[in-house]
């Protein structure tokens, strides 16, 4: 007779959920994430840092493109590496960190609450077992040394107590916050994080041109790739004058525009914005950067009169003719410096029947061409008005806000972290048949020689107390 016997098989195991979302959220807990992520990023700023970031991605595959090394090109395009700070990886990275510290957060922080809001106040024998910083004593009034604890600890809030039989537990602290300064900087980073990347994508920052007198809503700006693209503001930026202020030399010291915000038809703000004073309006912060002069719109101020009678100031364009009935003017040249003597312009002279005729007025010398040339008028030349188009610089950072309270916050959880010491203080009483059985305890999580010379003062003090002995 044969015996057939059955393997047991082992049944595999259930596909759980749970198990698979809790895989998830213990790598997003991984401090080895934390450091490979930083790591990443810290490598893409040095990127960043040391490949132009200003140039178009046109510009860079043209050295690329041409390398024997063709991988290199495509990796440098797969990666974005002419604009890091707006690549995928980049923000891919960026949101993986952010969830690294919040998964931290919510694995550590809920249980560091508790432990703030409701402390346990006993001194069991296993806690005091892990306590460095302990001493007994025998007490004779139980009541006044607890009192004495109090004072001596410098706790002006209530203690929590717990009576337990003939036991007595007292539990104080000191800066119990301070295990929140490193959650204060996970928010503040978390902060830092998304108020830059919204300040990426939804940010803008370019350029405007208006001409004197005119307005314009139209702003240019770099988008990814250095690609330029053209955004409407919204309203209307209108130059009604601007003011180029120069050295003796004729170099720039100081230009101006005066400005109007145009919007639905309605003014809604006026003013004079310099370099270091922008306008702000609608979340635009509009900043004086630059200028340049409107080509063929210069005007020419010349003052023209009978020699020694008042004169009429004439503002004509270059090669536009001043008729004076039978004597005509023409300005044919604009000179910033003739021969050492100044601005100046060449002027022609038309006088019917005869043969047209060129001279030179000086704006620094008023009186010059009537006493020398001694013409049928005498010129004055005034200077020359140019036209020109106001360089704006527009910048919206709607991210700006809660990157400050970010910093803020960051900078408050560093003072919590580096500069609050977290101490705690445990009394146990205990009656005995002629006193009390009393053991002191404290901890500190950081600034243990500081903590220990506290508590040396403190036991010392409990010590001088009458009616108490120190045991061995």
């Given at each position: 007779m044969t015996t057939t016997t059955a393997t047991p098989t082992t049944a595999a195991p259930a596909f759980?959920?749970?198990?698979?979302?809790?895989?998830?959220?213990?790598?997003?807990?991984?401090?080895?994430?934390?450091?490979?992520?930083?790591?990443?990023?810290?490598?893409?700023?040095?990127?960043?840092?040391?490949?132009?970031?200003?140039?178009?991605?046109e510009e860079h595959a043209k050295v690329w493109m041409n390398s024997p090394y063709q991988w290199k090109y495509r990796m440098f395009a797969a990666l974005e590496f002419h604009d890091v700070f707006h690549s995928w990886w980049f923000a891919v990275f960026i949101l993986l960190l952010a969830l690294n510290l919040v998964a931290c957060s919510i694995e550590r922080l809920p249980k560091i609450w508790l432990d703030i809001q409701h402390a346990d106040p006993r001194l069991t024998a296993v806690r005091e077992r892990g306590v460095r910083n302990k001493a007994q004593f025998r007490?004779?009034?139980?009541?006044?040394?607890?009192?004495?604890?109090?004072?001596?600890?410098?706790?002006?809030?209530?203690?929590?107590?717990?009576?337990?039989?003939?036991?007595?537990?007292?539990?104080?602290?000191?800066?119990?916050?301070?295990?929140?300064?490193?959650?204060?900087?996970?928010?503040?980073?978390?902060?830092?994080?998304?108020?830059?990347?919204?300040?990426?994508?939804?940010?803008?920052?370019?350029?405007?041109?208006?001409?004197e007198?005119?307005?314009?809503?139209?702003?240019?700006?770099?988008?990814?790739?250095?690609?330029?693209?053209?955004?409407?503001?919204?309203?209307?930026?209108?130059?009604?004058?601007?003011?180029?202020?120069?050295?003796?030399?004729?170099?720039?010291?100081?230009?101006?525009?005066d400005l109007i915000i145009i919007k639905n038809?309605?003014?809604?703000?006026?003013?004079?914005?310099?370099?270091?004073?922008?306008?702000?309006?609608?979340?635009?912060?509009?900043?004086?950067?630059?200028?340049?002069?409107?080509?063929?719109?210069?005007?020419?101020?010349?003052?023209?009169?009978?020699?020694?009678?008042?004169?009429?100031?004439?503002?004509?364009?270059?090669?536009?003719?001043?008729?004076?009935?039978?004597?005509?003017y023409v300005p044919l040249e604009i000179i910033p410096q003739y021969a050492s003597l100044g601005a100046a312009v060449r002027v022609q002279q038309v006088i019917q029947g005869q043969a047209p005729t060129s001279f030179v007025v000086f704006r620094d010398y008023p009186d010059l061409d009537e006493q020398v040339r001694r013409g049928p008028y005498a010129l004055h030349y005034k200077?020359?008005?140019?036209?020109?188009?106001?360089?704006?610089?527009?910048?919206v950072v709607p991210g700006v806000s809660v990157v400050f309270w970010g910093f803020t916050i960051m900078f408050i959880g560093m003072y919590m972290a580096f500069f609050m010491?977290?101490?705690?203080?445990?009394?146990?009483?205990?009656?005995?048949?002629?006193?009390?059985?009393?053991?002191?305890?404290?901890?500190?999580?950081?600034?243990?020689?500081a903590f220990e010379e506290e508590m040396d003062a403190l036991l010392k003090t409990l010590e001088g107390l009458p009616g108490v002995r120190r045991k061995a």
């Open positions: 759980s959920l749970a198990a698979v979302y809790d895989a998830i959220f213990r790598f997003f807990c991984s401090l080895r994430l934390t450091v490979l992520l930083t790591t990443v990023l810290t490598a893409g700023c040095f990127v960043g840092m040391f490949v132009d970031q200003t140039k178009t991605f007490v004779g009034d139980g009541p006044a040394f607890e009192t004495a604890f109090l004072k001596a600890v410098g706790r002006s809030a209530k203690a929590v107590t717990l009576d337990e039989g003939d036991t007595r537990y007292l539990f104080t602290e000191k800066q119990k916050y301070a295990r929140l300064g490193v959650y204060a900087v996970h928010t503040a980073l978390l902060l830092i994080m998304f108020g830059s990347m919204a300040t990426t994508i939804y940010g803008f920052d370019g350029q405007i041109g208006v001409v007198g005119e307005q314009n809503r139209w702003a240019f700006g770099r988008g990814p790739a250095g690609l330029r693209y053209r955004k409407d503001l919204g309203f209307w930026v209108k130059c009604t004058d601007f003011r180029l202020k120069q050295f003796v030399d004729g170099a720039p010291m100081d230009f101006e525009s038809g309605r003014e809604m703000v006026k003013k004079t914005i310099q370099v270091n004073d922008p306008l702000e309006f609608d979340g635009y912060t509009l900043y004086q950067s630059s200028y340049q002069p409107v080509p063929g719109d210069e005007k020419v101020s010349l003052a023209i009169g009978k020699p020694g009678q008042p004169k009429t100031t004439h503002a004509v364009s270059p090669g536009q003719p001043i008729n004076l009935g039978d004597v005509t200077g020359a008005d140019k036209t020109y188009m106001t360089g704006i610089a527009v910048g010491s977290h101490r705690r203080y445990w009394l146990r009483l205990q009656k005995a048949k002629d006193g009390w059985e009393v053991t002191v305890a404290g901890a500190s999580r950081r600034h243990q020689l």
